[in-house]
């Protein structure tokens, strides 16, 4: 084992001499360094989240301010701007489209997962790069054609696909049912499949590299939480994306090859259309067996990163590291098992509903036990208010608050009243949407230091989570209100109804606190990109924390460690270890250099520990030898 | 320009602090603000969460109309009983705790990286409280979706873009065949006339249902899916081309007996539609007309059924069907 070890490391060695020989094109644009990738992905993530952003302010605009008249918008949008100013209600229905597409797979599960899998995990577990880091720009890359082609679809004449971001046939079928199922929809669909290509090939490496690649020492029971979390998201992703390739592929044919998977009974534009035996519920079993653990995909990273964020600024162990653990494992499997509460009244037997009412209710079990592990964290802790702290207490909040609705709507006989209303909207916004990005904002405060080898500006950081925390909260909490009074989604206006035709004024308040919301990124965009070149140096581990990655150089370069990879001998909490000086002790930190500090069954393994250490030392002195 | 100012603004604190010397500790001054901070959401967001929930209360709670919805919103409003107390417990929790424990160098953390006891109380105590919710959410389940019983009346509805079309079954109380390739402007539910069952059946600009009987909603679609809403029914179900759906319920008030209730003389019971279908996705609205017993078998029995309506449709019948149709004809 320890010979293997050692012969990895020589390898590694030699690829690090390569890195002298990088010109622009192979360090910045086609570059196979983990590090790069991830920053790759992270501002590709931004723009995306910009653009979706601000595709809801529009769609915000016209719901708070239906009689607005939005013709100063007409440069930008064009055609979509009717006569009278007022916005096109098919393109109302693509840009919410479009708004979910984008932040759920470019933002969230790209920007989130290829950020910082990307970045944390060869530097937490100690590997010199991804298990192959061509594949890895390879998926970099697809990723980045998937949005070109996303982005294309936008400007097309029909405008993109339209069919909300679940895009339900026969609707995304049926080039005559709303014009972006034409040219819109086909792209939409490409993009998925690169997307899913994407995804899988980024997965395969995250998960190939955490099971071959950790340091000496770094059991599986020694991982930072944030790895688990990667790894079990990639695992996720492997098992469900294949499924919505599957479902897209069928959709496809029925739209292109006059099959009849999805398609059956059809009168529309004046003709009959000859499909005969499909079933649209089919293509709802098979998109939520991605969609909804695409939810955990999207929300376990956040979740890992705000673990490593909050113990390391509680300055305390996270509490319950294998109950964590445990219950990450059991959200992993439990995703699987739950697709169907999305379907309680899309007409499927009920006797399903009832097994996934069940199925789905087991699932806030895990999910409860990670909240209460983390206020325990938070319990009688020394806390230190980062920007990243903070945006990861606003995560366990939204966690809390979006988490609770999800009681009610997995409930079939309550979710008969609330499904596809605005209550399911102020649930997943916040549990999923809100709670995600918080995750990855507070990534972002947290490894900054580590990524470009400079600090953001802190006092930046309070405004920008203090504006954007009580701005979610403004914009997502009135709609509980709105959904519970029985308000449909994917409304272009809601005078159509007298249950509806009330709460102007909080669809009004609702569109200023988005807009507020949204103006506020531009605080953290700055702060990004000037402390990127003009902000102060950091140290070589700001946050005082335990973890591999802050045993780096300021600016790791490729290889990541200059000489040995360090050995690992403890887990990554050890934070305020009664008797220990320091209130840290890094996992490099060997249990035999700390008998202050050891706990009774530490203290046992000291012994075998320093067994393997001379053991080790005796490899490296016959190799040296042999050279 | 909002960079600029932006800019500007970050300028002069930075300058700020490097003077003061506060960004070389470990935790600034900003520390307790932060921690304060914490405090005052809890207390104002608390507050303005009470204050609108109190006060809009009778704006977004719809009155119910429907014997399942009465079961339905007790489950809502328990579930939120108990989800409403884990909230405010939690929240109260993790707000303050950042103000008692915030930075202080004199201080260390307490050690303390897990206990099974606690582990094991917090997985089962809320695994107990969901049981308990997901079996009397399972027990209304289970009855909503039961069978309708036998003396329920039908009623078709079919959705299409972007409009639904209500059908009901005549005199025989059973709905015709129908299939979407018959189709045509004058027929445009796709009814089979060559089955019997057809004959009597009729159209309704308004979908009339009697008070305090079982009514059982056919659902259907004509192009792409559509949902079937009455909020104030607490009913819901997606219309799927190809795959007829159905829903059964019991309304309680009729749309008089409402108006008086709401104290608004214009109130109408309203059907949506609530999976997104195009364009006119907003606008598919459908009125129910709930009335006593007595004036609904009035009414039914004064309706004229589509081949009364439209002859035309009989033509092209096999002679012994044209027979029947004419008979029925003639008896009006």
């Known amino acids: 084992m320890s010979t293997a070890s050692v012969a990895n490391h020589d390898a590694a060695h030699d690829h690090g001499d390569h890195e002298h020989h990088d010109n622009f094109v192979t360090k910045y644009i086609f570059s196979q360094d983990h590090k790069m990738i991830a920053k790759q992905y992270l501002v590709t993530g931004m723009f995306w989240a910009l653009l979706g952003g601000f595709l809801s302010v529009l769609f915000r605009l016209q719901l708070g301010f239906p009689e607005m008249d939005m013709s100063f918008l007409r440069p930008l949008l064009g055609g979509w701007i009717d006569e009278t100013g007022h916005l096109d209600p098919t393109f109302y229905l693509a840009l919410v489209t479009m708004h979910g597409t984008i932040m759920v797979f470019f933002v969230l599960t790209a920007g989130l997962s290829g950020t910082f899998s990307n970045f944390l995990i060869p530097l937490q577990i ?478 046992e393994l000291v012994k075998v520990e320093l067994e393997i250490m001379k053991e080790e030392e005796e490899v490296l002195v016959s190799n040296e030898a042999k050279h | 320009m909002i960079f600029s100012i932006i800019w500007m603004v970050y300028r002069i604190q930075t300058l700020v602090s490097v003077v003061k010397g506060s960004d070389k500790k470990v935790a600034s001054g900003s520390n307790k603000v932060n921690a304060i901070l914490f405090l005052v959401f809890l207390v104002g967001t608390g507050i303005l969460m009470f204050w609108y929930s109190i006060k809009e209360f009778h704006n977004y709670q719809l009155p119910i109309a429907s014997e399942h919805g009465v079961v339905t919103d007790r489950l809502f409003w328990v579930s939120m009983a108990i989800t409403g107390v884990v909230f405010l417990i939690t929240h109260v929790l993790l707000f303050v705790f950042p103000y008692k424990y915030q930075y202080s160098e004199k201080r260390k953390a307490s050690f303390y990286p897990d206990n099974n006891k606690l582990e094991v109380i917090w997985t089962i105590v809320p695994g107990i409280v969901l049981a308990g919710l997901v079996i009397s959410g399972w027990m209304a389940w289970s009855d909503i979706t039961a069978p309708a019983p036998e003396n329920a009346h039908t009623v078709e509805i079919m959705g299409y873009q972007f409009a639904w079309e209500v059908r009901y079954p005549g005199k025989d109380n059973v709905l015709g065949d129908y299939d979407y390739r018959l189709i045509t402007a004058t027929n445009s539910h796709g009814i089979d006339f060559s089955d019997k069952n057809a004959i009597d059946d009729f159209p309704s600009p308004v979908v009339v249902i009697p008070k305090g009987e079982p009514v059982l909603f056919k659902i259907r679609a004509r192009d792409v899916l559509h949902s079937v809403f009455a909020p104030h029914m607490r009913l819901k179900m997606d219309a799927v081309p190809g795959m007829p759906t159905r829903f059964w319920f019991v309304p309680t008030k009729t749309t008089a007996e409402m108006r008086e209730e709401t104290g608004n003389p214009e109130f109408q019971y309203e059907i949506a539609c609530t999976e997104i279908c195009g364009r006119g996705h907003f606008s598919m609205r459908k009125i129910i007309e709930v009335v006593e017993p007595e004036a609904y078998q009035k009414w039914y029995a004064e309706q004229k059924s589509f081949i009364q309506m439209n002859p035309s449709l009989a033509a092209g019948l096999p002679s012994e069907k044209k027979e029947v149709a004419e008979i029925q004809l003639s008896e009006k």
């Open chain 1, 126 to 603: 100690g590997a010199r790069d991804m298990a192959s880091g061509f594949m890895n720009m390879l998926s970099y890359w697809l990723f980045f054609l998937s949005g070109v082609i996303m982005f294309i679809s936008l400007f097309l004449k029909t405008g993109p696909a339209s069919g909300g971001w679940v895009v339900y046939p026969p609707l995304s079928a049926l080039e005559q049912a709303i014009p972006g199922s034409g040219l819109g929809m086909t792209l939409w669909l490409v993009a998925m499949t690169l997307f899913i290509a994407s995804s899988l090939m980024g997965g395969i490496n995250y998960i190939t590299t955490v099971i071959n690649l950790r340091t000496k020492g770094m059991s599986f029971s020694k991982l930072p939480l944030t790895i688990w979390a990667f790894f079990l998201t990639a695992v996720i992703g492997l098992l469900s994306f294949p499924v919505l390739f599957a479902a897209a592929l069928l959709l496809v044919f029925d739209r292109s090859f006059g099959t009849s998977f999805y398609l059956s009974d059809i009168y529309i534009g004046g003709e009959a259309l000859p499909n005969t035996g499909g079933s649209p519920v089919l293509y709802q079993h098979l998109f939520w067996f991605l969609g909804h653990p695409e939810v955990y995909i999207v929300l376990l990273p956040a979740l890992g990163i705000t673990s490593e964020v909050i113990a390391t600024n509680s300055r305390k162990p996270i509490f319950g590291y294998k109950a964590m653990i445990v219950s990450l494992l059991g959200i992993t499997v439990l995703s699987f098992v739950v697709w169907a509460h999305h379907m309680f009244v899309s007409g499927m037997n009920p006797f399903l509903g009832s097994i996934f009412m069940f199925l789905t209710l087991i699932i806030a079990v895990p999910s409860a036990v990670k909240v209460f592990n983390y206020l325990t964290t938070l319990w009688r802790g020394n806390l230190i208010f980062t920007p990243a702290m903070l945006f990861s207490i606003g995560l366990v909040s939204f966690f809390i608050s979006g988490g609770l609705t999800g009681i009610f709507l997995g409930s079939s006989a309550i979710d008969i009243q609330l499904h596809d209303t605005y209550f399911v909207v102020a649930h997943f916004h916040l549990v999923m949407g809100s709670a995600s990005f918080f995750g990855m904002i507070a990534g972002v405060y947290h490894w900054f230091p580590k990524m470009f080898g400079r600090m953001m500006d802190a006092k930046l950081g309070y405004i920008h989570f203090w504006i954007t925390f009580v701005g979610v909260y403004m914009v997502f909490f009135p709609m509980h209100y709105i959904g519970i009074a029985g308000f449909p989604r994917r409304y272009y206006m809601f005078t159509n109804f007298d249950f509806t035709n009330m709460y102007t004024d909080l669809n009004m308040f609702v569109s200023v606190a988005a807009i507020i919301t949204f103006a506020a990124q531009f605080i953290f965009l700055f702060n990004f990109f000037y402390s990127m070149y003009k902000g102060r140096k950091a140290t070589l581990n700001p946050w005082q924390s335990n973890t591999l990655e802050w045993t780096t150089p300021l600016h790791p370069g490729h290889g990541n460690w200059p000489g040995e990879i360090p050995s690992v001998y403890r887990w990554p909490y050890d934070y305020s270890k009664p008797g220990a000086e320091e209130d840290f002790i890094p996992q490099t930190v060997p249990l035999s250099a700390t008998p202050e500090s050891n706990l009774p069954h530490e203290q």
